[in-house]
């Protein structure tokens, strides 16, 4: 963020007619740092009007960040909570027959239970919370801002996309080892399909967060 004195200096200077490039000049001759007086008139637009026009902002707050925060982890919740559920239901529907006992039961029956409890808790609350976000986005079009949503919003798409791309690389490697089963693909095709599902989801609302739209928490 900008230094306050240095905004306000540039805000007068360019009222009184001065230009971005004598502005620069004249603060760098006075010891300012380049990439400083660079962000101060950066908080201004570079259009013909007789006073300066500020810019939009980044937005961020302690309770906005809280609750971004929450919603992507309920986010991880739901994910892991899907992924191990249905990979336990493809182990039931096609179990390794060289690998049957009492414990491998009993771990996919926790597996089960576990996956199910967590979405019905993580669930529930992850959906009434990207309701909330996404209305105070609507009554708040400054939320569009957000520092902490596009923080978490690009981590989530890298986190899909390395997912991605890691699933299709132990995909192609069993298949060239000839180790290619039922089980190994419908396990493949969940974690493409969850990945997938959030790199859509997120790209399409890292883009619309660009263009000022609020349809999306």
């Known amino acids: 963020m900008a230094d306050k004195t240095l905004v306000e200096f540039v805000k007068q200077s360019l009222e009184h007619g001065q230009t971005r490039s004598a502005i620069l000049d004249a603060l760098t001759k006075a010891g300012w740092r380049k990439a400083e007086v660079d962000a101060a008139l950066e908080t201004y637009s570079d259009v013909a009007f007789p006073v300066a026009v500020p810019r939009p902002q980044p937005y961020l707050s302690a309770r906005e960040a809280f609750f971004y925060l929450l919603f992507f982890i309920l986010l991880g919740i739901v994910s892991f909570s899907l992924g191990s559920l249905l990979f336990a239901l493809i182990e039931y529907g ?5 690998n049957v006992n009492d414990y491998r039961v009993f771990r996919l029956e926790s597996q089960v239970r576990s996956g199910v409890s967590g979405l019905l808790v993580a669930t529930p609350l992850f ?3 990207g309701y909330i976000l996404r209305g105070a986005r ?5 939320m569009q801002r957000s520092r902490i949503r596009k923080w978490l919003t690009y981590i989530s798409l890298v986190i899909a996309g390395c ?4 699933d299709g690389m132990s995909l192609v490697y069993n298949f060239l080892g000839g180790d290619l089963t039922v089980r190994f693909v419908l ?8 990945a997938g599902a959030i790199f859509t989801y997120f790209i399409g609302d890292a883009e619309k967060g660009d263009k000022g739209d609020v349809d999306t928490p």
């Open 94 to 98: 096609f179990p390794d027959k060289a």
């Open 163 to 166: 997912t991605l791309v890691g």
């Open 138 to 142: 609507r009554r708040n079009p400054q």
């Open 127 to 129: 959906l009434w919370l």
């Open 187 to 194: 396990k493949s095709v969940v974690v493409a399909v969850i």
